[in-house]
Antibody, heavy 120, light 107 residues
């Protein structure tokens, strides 16, 4: 079955760059109909969509983060990356990768999430 | 951005009760509305998409309705495993946005 696994540092210093990777297995997402997404959730709040990438390489970002975020993926869409620059304490959150099924418009598969804390 | 507002923020209920959660969008989103269930330490899990379509395997006690700007999620007879936080999410237009959640707890 489809599995997503996030990985990366759990602690990032203010003003530095947060970098995370998501490994996708058990499915084929390189042939269209799916976006690979990053979503984050701060403690006690609703999830926040960060952005996504399509198999063509097209990306779409949340305007609130667009100036600081880069999402990329390998050509097989089995490795997804997130870079968030100039982080502050407000970027402390659990970061999830998820698949977005374009035809029916929902997030169906999610990783377990990784907690990233921004602190000196 | 489309703002999603859920009510109530929290809800206390007993096993066997029927509960209803409301979600309102700041503009019309047709039926591009999904509902997720989240348990502590876990990722959100899709329950209902397109406002009223239950995902395969989701118990029939969960039902969704609405269109435009007003939506509901109803649970007809609460089971112990249903106590969790529920989120609505609009997929009408990016940025995709979620509600702030409704925490359903045991009375």
């Amino acid at each position: 079955q489809v599995q997503l696994q996030e990985s990366g540092p759990g602690l990032v210093k203010p003003a530095q760059t947060l970098s995370l990777t998501c490994t996708v297995s058990g499915g084929s997402f390189s042939s269209g109909s799916y976006f690979l997404s990053w979503i984050r959730q701060s403690a006690g709040k609703g999830p926040e969509w960060i952005g996504h990438i399509y198999s063509s390489g097209t990306t779409n970002y949340n305007p609130s983060l667009k100036s600081r975020v880069t999402i990329s993926a390998d050509t097989s869409m089995s490795q997804l990356s997130l870079r968030l620059n100039s982080v502050t304490a407000a970027d402390t959150a659990v970061y999830y990768c998820a698949t977005y099924f374009d035809i029916l418009s929902y997030f169906d598969y999610w990783g377990q999430g990784v907690l990233v804390t921004v602190s000196s | 951005d489309i703002q999603m507002t859920q009510s109530p923020p929290s809800l206390s209920a007993s096993v066997g009760d029927r509960v209803t959660i409301t979600c309102r969008a700041s503009q019309s989103i047709d039926t591009y509305l999904n509902w997720y269930q989240q348990k502590p330490g876990k990722a959100p899990k899709l329950l209902i998409h397109a406002a009223s379509s239950r995902l395969s395997g989701v118990p029939s006690r969960f039902s969704g309705g609405g269109s435009g700007t007003g939506f509901t999620l109803a649970i007809s007879s609460l089971q112990p495993e249903d106590f969790a936080t529920y989120y609505c999410q609009q997929s009408y237009i990016p940025p995709f946005t979620f509600g702030q959640g409704t925490h359903l707890e045991i009375k």
